[in-house]
């Protein structure tokens, strides 16, 4: 069974520090892994899907970062924004499911 | 392009009442999902239809959910009786094919109907 874990929990960083956000997974028998954005009272967003033969996968100042072998799975935020703030999810395949993580909650403070 | 449209968007109710969520796709939209995401964790699939046929049930509790997908557009879930751990938020997404189950395309989800059950 895939277990997704993401920590912190939650992260505070000031306007234009860049966000780095961990998500860590069992089953590295994974084809890709997806990152997600759920803003309050709404509901989630998809930012990024990474292949399993790619390592990383880039769409304006976000770039996320693939290592199966470790299970391991990487989001960059370059010069954080407060419109950043946000709860970030990661997923991973599970037995045709896909297996969330709790997320990592960020505000960013201008 | 509309979005995934969910009705109510909020609800409370007593322990052992019953109640009903609409979901209505993205137009064209092949497969929908219901997730069940309780304060402070992720999204937990409760079931996947491909049209209007179920994929995956494994994780919907049978005993008091339900839910069916109307000649493959619109879906509604259904809880009777309510308890106590039911309160969540009750996302539903779409997307256009998954008939890989949709890991490898991308989910489109509405803003969620909260549920207190008290």
């Known amino acids: 069974k895939q277990e997704v874990t993401q920590i912190p929990a939650a992260l505070s960083v000031p306007e234009g520090e860049n966000l780095v956000l961990n998500c860590s997974f069992t089953?590295?028998?994974?084809?890709?892994l997806q990152w997600f954005r759920q803003d309050p009272g709404k509901g989630l967003t998809s930012l990024l899907l990474?292949?399993?033969?790619?390592r990383e996968q880039t769409s304006g100042r976000l770039n996320a970062s693939l290592d199966k072998s470790s299970g391991r799975s990487t989001l960059y935020i370059a010069a954080s924004q407060p419109g950043d703030s946000a709860t970030y999810l990661c997923?991973?395949?599970?037995?045709?499911?896909?297996?969330f993580g709790a997320g990592t909650t960020v505000t960013v403070r201008a | 392009e509309a979005g995934v449209a969910q009705s109510p968007r909020y609800k409370i109710i007593e322990k052992r009442q019953s109640v009903a969520f609409w979901c209505n796709p993205i137009s064209g939209h092949a497969t929908l999902y219901w997730y069940q995401q309780i304060l402070g964790q992720g999204p937990k699939l409760l079931i996947q239809f491909q049209n209007n046929g179920v994929v995956d049930d494994s994780q919907l509790p049978k005993d008091r959910f339900s839910a069916e997908r109307l000649k493959g557009v619109d879906s509604t879930l259904k809880i009777q009786p309510a308890k106590l751990e039911d309160s969540a938020v009750y996302l539903c997404?779409?997307?256009?094919?998954?008939?890989?189950?949709?890991?490898?395309?991308?989910?489109?989800f509405g803003p969620g109907t909260r549920l207190t059950v008290l």
């Open positions: 997923a991973a395949p599970n037995d045709y499911k896909l297996s």
């Open positions: 997404a779409s997307s256009l094919d998954g008939s890989t189950s949709g890991f490898t395309d991308t989910q489109y």
């Open positions: 990474i292949q399993s033969s790619q």
């Open positions: 089953d590295s028998a994974i084809y890709n």
